[in-house]
């Protein structure tokens, strides 16, 4: 590992020696929650998932960057000690971008969620992140103002992420709105629907589908270039032969809501309900559809960050020619 030398004011930033070689030539790179590895399946399955991701973003033609804090620092890039040490120690808290000052102040152990990833992302200079789904607007947000800080941090954090859309159970709807309104990009890849997860339809048309890697690379370096200084969203829907059917899952849900409502469960409580009703209706399908989009996410966040890395490495080719064209001026 290396430690970038801190600054009055600094964060710590701990690079694994891949990651820290891929940021420093400009290599492609896509940074990883940990919080799959602590709040996802038990030990020693939990170690292997974290090992299939990163697998499947080198599939994709970049280097994996798994996000940690421990020690008043913040690793950017597991290694596979890393990466088995989160995976068997347990009361590894979550960690969102509000939590973060603290858990570093305090130091010990932090898995990072889609929100703090994004600020230790772009604090590492990693521009792109995968993460199988994305937190959205809840139901009865209007009264209970259940917005995940995954939206608030997509207006704060000029990274691009790739997702496959929200879970079902959050008002897809208002999420979309949200975006909108905050002028947050969002894309979705050779689909023309914004997907639901584990499901591919939500009935909702995506602002833009776009169907070329390098096309969505040059709109990511766009967003940023005219003064975005946010994230670029960019969905893609799980495959066809994991996808669970969004009619069957839009059921469960209707019937969960009605029978929240006949037992009284009100407020930040209607989430879990509606989680747990659709696992059961899923019978446990819901599992392997979220080991199929953490695979398809990262894979495709890797294949974007190549073109990504391209599209800059000719930019860059680019200014120089002009700059030496400049310079033999007369």
């Known amino acids: 590992m290396t430690t970038r030398r801190p600054q009055p004011g600094d964060i710590p930033l701990v690079y694994s020696e891949e990651v820290a070689e891929a940021v420093r030539s400009g290599a492609p790179v896509v940074a990883l929650e940990s919080n799959v590895i602590t709040h996802g399946l038990p030990y020693p399955d939990n170690a292997a998932t974290a090992r299939k991701v990163e697998a499947a973003v080198r599939a994709g033609g970049a280097v994996p960057a798994t996000i940690g804090v421990e020690d008043g620092r913040i690793l950017i890039g597991m290694t ?41 992302a772009e ?19 209007e009264t209970t103002m259940d917005v995940s800080s995954d939206l608030i941090q997509f ?25 909108e309104t905050h002028c947050v990009p969002l894309v979705t890849y050779r689909f023309d629907e914004f997907p639901a997860f584990y499901c591919r339809t939500s009935g909702i048309r995506s602002p833009h589908r776009l169907d070329d890697e390098a096309v969505i690379a040059r709109a990511v370096e766009a967003h940023w270039a005219l003064g975005g200084n946010g994230s670029f969203l960019v969905a893609t829907p799980i495959g066809e032969e ?5 009619a069957e899952v839009d059921a469960a849900i209707a019937d969960a809501i009605v029978a929240a409502e006949r037992e009284g469960v009100r407020g930040n409580a209607i989430t879990k309900y509606l989680m747990r009703a659709v696992d059961k209706v899923t019978d446990g399908r819901s599992a392997q559809a979220n080991m199929s989009v953490l695979i ?35």
């Open 80 to 120: 596979d000690a890393d990466i088995e040490r989160f995976a068997s120690t347990p009361g590894i808290p979550k960690v969102s971008s509000r939590d973060l000052p603290v858990v570093l102040a305090r130091g010990g152990m932090g898995a990072t969620t889609v929100a703090s990833s994004l600020v230790a």
């Open 123 to 141: 604090l590492a200079g990693i521009p792109f992140f995968a993460s199988a789904g994305i937190g959205g607007v809840h139901r009865g947000a």
């Open 155 to 179: 207006t704060r954090s000029k990274v691009a992420v790739v997702c496959a859309g929200a879970k079902s159970i959050l008002d897809l709807g208002l999420t979309m709105e949200f975006l």
């Open 242 to 246: 994991d996808a669970i059917d969004s």
């Open 296 to 330: 398809s996410t990262a894979e495709l966040a890797g294949r974007l960050a190549v073109a990504h890395a391209a599209l800059r490495a000719e930019g860059s080719e680019g200014s120089e020619g002009s700059a030496n064209a400049a310079g033999g001026a007369r």
